[in-house]
T-cell receptor
Framework: DGGITQSPKYLFRKEGQNVTLSCEQNLNHDAMYWYRQDPGQGLRLIYYSQIVNDFQKGDIAEGYSVSREKKESFPLTVTSAQKNPTAFYLC????????????FGPGTRLTVL | SQKIEQNSEALNIQEGKTATLTCNYTNYSPAYLQWYRQDPGRGPVFLLLIRENEKEKRKERLKVTFDTTLKQSLFHITASQPADSATYLCAQRPGTASKLTFGTGTRLQVTL
């Protein structure tokens, strides 16, 4: 099965802790993205990567970090510096950054206790 | 800056009718618009892409139009069914150096 997976589906974190969200794709796509979705605000881009070992900040990168060491993997770390991390996080991939029809994972719902 | 706007109010229609959702954008026309469907608690799923030189695109019961004069795209679902109930997002890329930008989505509720 080709697709994009995210884990875990639900994640709970105590304030002050860093947490890493997993995103894996076997579509052989070059580009990968992380979005945050809050009620009424649509999808906001956190980070994106056009190719392995390269990534750029999106519109709301503060308090987040990423890595792209392998083509199929693009993990997102939510650090303690993120002021309001409770949200629904979506990972996506596209063939390239220009052929950008996006294939989304199922999402991870992060709740900070 | 470029903005993409969708009606935040839910659209309620009766089964069998045609649902029409609107996506407006400001400033300059994007090279293309994309439409996605999102079910609660799940990731969006790509439906259709329409380019600025295409007036209309169809896929089964779905139809998308693109009017660069009105700066608007319309998304139609004909013979709507309760299974069509979802949030529909439009997305555009303001420029070649930009990334895909999503609207906030419009929730469609199809009732029997």
């Amino acid at each position: 099965d080709g697709g994009i997976t995210q884990s875990p589906k639900y994640l709970f974190r105590k304030e002050g802790q860093n947490v890493t969200l997993s995103c894996e794709q076997n579509l052989n796509h070059d580009a990968m993205y992380w979005y945050r979705q809050d009620p009424g605000q649509g999808l906001r881009l956190i980070y994106y990567s056009q190719i392995v070992n390269d990534f750029q900040k999106g519109d709301i990168a503060e308090g987040y970090s990423v890595s792209r060491e392998k083509k199929e993997s693009f993990p997102l770390t939510v650090t303690s510096a993120q002021k309001n991390p409770t949200a629904f996080y979506l990972c996506a991939s596209s063939i390239t950054s220009y052929k950008d029809t996006q294939y989304f994972g199922p999402g991870t719902r992060l709740t900070v206790l | 800056s470029q903005k993409i706007e969708q009606n935040s109010e839910a659209l309620n229609i009766q089964e069998g009718k045609t649902a029409t959702l609107t996506c407006n954008y400001t400033n300059y026309s994007p090279a293309y618009l994309q439409w996605y469907r999102q079910d609660p608690g799940r990731g969006p799923v790509f439906l259709l892409l329409i380019r600025e030189n295409e007036k209309e695109k169809r896929k089964e019961r779905l139809k998308v139009t693109f009017d660069t004069t009105l700066k608007q795209s319309l998304f139609h679902i004909t013979a709507s069914q309760p299974a069509d109930s979802a949030t529909y997002l439009c997305a555009q890329r303001p420029g070649t150096a930009s990334k895909l930008t999503f609207g906030t989505g419009t929730r469609l509720q199809v009732t029997l």
